[in-house]
């Protein structure tokens, strides 16, 4: 008992900042000023581009946690990818839907074969497979293995992703900000609401994946730790009387 509430009360000052950052970083973007092509939907970046990145990211962190896990197997190097894995898929799948509602009134379609939504698809994928493969076989540190293994391979698609819009003629907009060679095209305003979502969505991803890890650490603590012996039943003496 004591040790689950050290580790509460180790997690618990990251949970104020990380929600006073994600209700502070909506504010820049709904008073930074509106693109002048794109008009109102431009908004939409302050919340998809963070969730793009948070899912690099995330993905980076199966990845290291994948290596680290086949190199010198721990279990918490398992449960770091599988919360981070988890965490992929969510904002991958939401970078996704914010895109779609972003490109319907821009390009007018929901969807398209763009290189970059093919690569971002194939990354949802990629984090999907990671959580998948633990179930595919009835030994945990078995499937633990071939999930650090489908992390590691599954990489690949990050960069690809990324760079996707300028190996390929594309219908999706260059990168604004990691664009090479280091030149930043967004104004001052935009920007400052850009760095406001991407930090907010940092500290509400490190907190989530924290409270993850240690959900699935007090999960596995009971398999963990061998059952005590039960006493041997002492023999009730009767008195005759």
Avoid: N
Wanted: proline share 10%; charged share 15%; aromatic share 8%.
């Amino acid at each position: 008992m004591g040790d689950r509430l050290r580790r509460a009360g180790a997690r618990r000052p990251l949970g104020p900042y990380a929600v006073a950052a994600a209700a502070l970083g909506l504010l820049p973007g709904l008073a930074a000023p509106a693109d002048a092509v794109q008009g109102e939907p431009q908004r939409l970046m302050y919340v998809h581009v963070p969730a793009a990145w948070t899912a690099y990211a995330a993905l980076t962190v199966v990845m290291v946690a994948g290596v680290v896990h086949l190199v010198r197997p721990r279990p918490v190097w398992d449960r770091v990818g599988q919360a981070a894995a988890e965490l992929g898929a969510a904002m991958t799948a939401l970078a996704v839907a914010l895109g779609m509602l972003w490109g319907r009134p821009v390009w007018g379609v929901w969807w398209t074969w763009d290189p970059r939504l093919v690569a971002t698809l194939a990354m949802l994928l990629v984090a999907l497979t990671c959580l998948s493969v633990r179930s595919w076989w009835e030994d945990p540190a078995r499937g633990g293995r071939w999930a650090a293994v489908a992390g590691v391979a599954g990489f690949a698609v990050v960069p690809v992703t990324h760079f996707s819009v300028l190996w390929w003629r594309t219908l999706h907009q260059p990168p604004s900000i990691l664009r090479p060679p280091a030149h930043v095209p967004v104004d001052p305003p935009m920007l400052a609401a850009l760095a406001a979502g991407v930090a907010a969505f940092a500290l509400l991803s490190a907190w989530a994946v924290v409270l993850r890890v240690h959900a699935l650490t007090a999960r596995a603590e009971p398999r963990d730790v061998p059952p005590a012996s039960t006493p041997a039943c002492e023999p009730v003496l009767e008195t005759v009387g």
